[in-house]
């Protein structure tokens, strides 16, 4: 259907990390519970995100 709309295929890879990425925003302490979680965020996104984490677990 995508590929009908805009004459591209869907770029299945990125719509599953930005689909994890809201996740890992919505519950931030799965970023210290899976460390590989991290890997989806940039070190300033990591920056605001690891507090609300810890905060998170308390």
């Not at 609300?52 to 308390?58: G, P, T, V």
Request: charged fraction near 35%; aromatic fraction near 6%.
């Amino acid at each position: 259907m995508i590929y009908a709309e805009t004459g591209q295929w869907p770029n299945v890879k990125e719509e599953t990390q930005n689909k994890d990425r809201e996740l890992m925003k919505t519950f931030p302490e799965l970023l210290i519970r899976i460390p590989s979680n991290q890997e989806l965020f940039t070190e300033d996104e990591l920056k605001d995100l690891m507090p609300l984490a810890r905060k998170a677990l308390e």
